[in-house]
């Protein structure tokens, strides 16, 4: 864990401003590269999200860095050589340069980089340069925000007007769209349930390219529907997993492997205990461990999920998914 430099009694957010800005004069960080992100800092220095976003908006209102989109904050292309007086943040822009475009890409940024947890209506204004109330002219609240950034990011990708030859073809083409949207912006898994999905249009669109896959195989509308929900939550099953483990090595400090390592004692005594033989038997043939792949995953899964269906799908097998 990095100690932050400064002046001691200093608050914590300060100091880690104080480390950075260092790391920008002696040149360690120069124009354009990036610099550590909110969890990184969290991660780095032991401090909360909340104490890691302060620090980096702070740098961004002393002109030292910069959101870039897709890439996330780096340093600013003309960086004060030595640490920079303090001064007050740069006027606000005209409000007519605010659009509620800018604002949902802005936001869709943000949480990309540092996890829907650090999104805030008043993180949004700061990043734009914007007053912290300016954003509420075009959106009501949060949680609508998050609905148009759940929109715009599902529209990231579309779908070729001539589809593919084969129902299976079109299916994978639409998982494979829905997981690479996910791995893109891994906050997406975590906004809706099959119980309580989410209705944006966007999502639609994948929802509708699904269904006319499997339209026309003689399918009942239950089953249709039963059979387009099941390869769904295949894709956001695995996904939700990809903004929980950024989540946790966040908020614990420690990566996959360094968790895994500090409960080694509590695995060897759930092995040695000889009541999971089967259990034992399959942990104790892994000469390196067991390597938690989730884009293998996801591809194994969605063979055999398609496999499974195939008979169903093609009038091989009648019935529903429902049938016992």
């Given at each position: ?5 400064g002046?001691?009694?200093q608050?914590p ?5 104080a480390?950075i800005r260092?790391r920008i004069?002696?040149g360690?960080?120069?124009?354009g590269?990036?610099v550590?992100?909110?969890?990184q ?8 999200l ?8 702070t740098?961004?209102?002393?002109g030292?860095?910069?959101?870039r989109p ?11 050589a ?12 005209s ?5 509620l475009d800018?604002i ?15 999104l805030?209506?008043r993180?949004v ?8 109330m300016s954003?509420?002219?075009?959106v009501?609240?949060?949680?609508d925000?998050v ?10 990708e579309?779908?070729p007007a001539?589809?593919?030859e084969?129902?299976?073809?079109c299916?994978?083409l639409?998982a ?5 949207l ?5 906050w ?5 349930s099959?119980?309580r999905?989410l ?7 994948h ?6 896959a499997?339209?026309g195989?003689?399918?009942d509308?239950?089953?249709l529907?039963?059979?387009?929900v ?5 894709v ?11 989540q946790?090595?966040?908020s614990?400090?420690?990566?996959e492997d360094?968790?895994m390592?500090?409960?080694?004692s509590?695995?060897r005594e759930?092995v040695e205990s000889?009541?999971?033989?089967t259990?034992?038997k399959?942990v104790?043939s892994f000469?390196?461990g ?6 293998a995953l ?6 055999a999920?398609?496999d499974?269906?195939t008979p169903?799908?093609?009038g ?9």
């Amino acid at each position: 864990m990095t100690k932050p430099t400064g002046a001691p009694g200093q608050p914590p957010y300060l100091r880690i401003v104080a480390e950075i800005r260092r790391r920008i004069a002696d040149g360690e960080l120069a124009p354009g590269d990036r610099v550590p992100s909110t969890r990184q800092i969290a991660v780095q220095w032991g401090v909360a999200l909340a104490t890691a976003t302060k620090a980096l908006t702070t740098l961004r209102l002393e002109g030292l860095v910069e959101a870039r989109p897709r890439t996330g904050t780096v340093v600013a292309g003309s960086a004060p050589a030595a640490p920079p007086r303090r001064h007050a943040p740069p006027a606000p822009p005209s409000e007519q340069e605010l659009t509620l475009d800018r604002i949902v890409r802005t936001a869709v940024d943000i949480a990309d980089a540092e996890g829907l947890s650090a999104l805030s209506m008043r993180g949004v204004a700061a990043r734009l340069g914007v007053a912290a109330m300016s954003p509420y002219r075009y959106v009501g609240s949060k949680d609508d925000l998050v609905l148009l950034m759940a929109d715009a990011a599902f529209g990231d990708e579309t779908y070729p007007a001539d589809a593919p030859e084969g129902w299976r073809s079109c299916i994978e083409l639409g998982a494979r769209t829905l997981w690479t949207l996910y791995r893109r912006h891994p906050w997406l898994a975590q906004l809706g349930s099959l119980t309580r999905p989410l209705l944006v249009p966007k999502l639609l669109v994948h929802g509708e390219w699904m269904l006319s896959a499997l339209d026309g195989h003689g399918l009942d509308p239950t089953t249709l529907f039963d059979i387009h929900v099941l390869i769904y939550s295949h894709v956001q099953g695995l996904a939700v997993h990809l903004e929980w483990e950024a989540q946790a090595e966040a908020s614990t400090g420690q990566s996959e492997d360094q968790w895994m390592d500090s409960r080694t004692s509590v695995l060897r005594e759930l092995v040695e205990s000889g009541r999971f033989p089967t259990f034992a038997k399959v942990v104790g043939s892994f000469h390196d461990g067991y390597d938690l792949r989730l884009d293998a995953l996801f591809e194994s899964g969605l063979k055999a999920l398609l496999d499974g269906l195939t008979p169903l799908v093609e009038g091989e097998e009648t019935g529903s998914l429902s049938d016992g």
